[in-house]
């Protein structure tokens, strides 16, 4: 079963590019790797899934190596209102767990 | 217009309670999910239902019991409520089955408070 680590949190100010990295050893290979982003009192919001490689979408690109053992979301140029819980989801049909998220504060 | 929809959004009951909470999506998915996330942020998948039949049942206590009337709506009764069981519950939405593909479009929440 994947399984999800990822940094409990980061800072970071208004402006700069913002990576964050899941490491998933155990992706199976049917796994997409999903981040969702969670503001306070609200319920997760898809940012952006891939299965390898690059995805780019108007809010974030995401990186995936070769061996898909991690991967890293790429927030350009954060505001303020991007702080909030960004989670990685790894799974299958049968099994998607949500890891323990990152708290990223963007600071002014 | 919501796409998600749960109500109670605050729920405040005393232990040994049973309570209900409702969910609707107006998004014409075929799937349907309830997850509790505890005080720690941890997410954990409860349940799933595709045209209402149960697809995931994971391993939660016999008092939580989902049912399906209808592919729109998917309630979560609760039997005898403990301490533990506060937490808050979020319904989600997908279009298919296919939890890792499929974009999960996620209520805003019910909080629940044992006392």
């Known amino acids: 079963l994947a399984k999800t680590t990822q940094p409990i949190s980061m800072d970071s100010y208004e402006g700069q590019e913002v990576n964050i990295t899941c490491s998933h050893n155990n992706i199976a290979t049917n796994d997409y790797i999903t981040w969702y982003q969670q503001f306070p009192s609200q319920g997760p919001r898809f940012i952006i899934q891939?299965?390898?490689t690059k995805v780019t979408n108007e809010v974030a690109s995401l990186f995936i190596p070769a061996d898909r053992k991690s991967s890293t979301l790429s927030l350009p140029r954060v505001s303020l209102s991007d702080t909030a819980v960004y989670y990685c989801l790894v799974g299958d049909t049968n099994d998607m767990r949500f890891g323990a998220g990152t708290r990223l504060t963007v600071k002014p | 217009d919501t796409a998600v929809s749960q109500t109670p959004k605050y729920l405040v009951t005393q232990m040994g309670n049973d309570k209900s909470i409702k969910c609707e999506q107006n998004l014409g998915h075929d799937t349907m999910y309830w997850y509790k996330q505890d005080s720690k942020k941890f997410l954990k998948i409860m349940f799933s239902?595709?045209?209402?039949?149960?697809?995931i049942n994971e391993t939660v206590p016999n008092r939580f019991s989902p049912k399906s009337p209808d592919k729109a709506h998917l309630n979560l009764h609760i039997n005898s409520l403990e301490l533990g069981d506060s937490a808050v519950y979020f319904c989600a939405s997908s279009p298919g089955t296919s939890r890792s593909t499929d974009t999960q479009y996620f209520g805003p929440g019910t909080r629940l408070t044992v006392l």
């Open positions: 239902y595709n045209n209402k039949e149960l697809i």
């Open positions: 891939g299965y390898k």
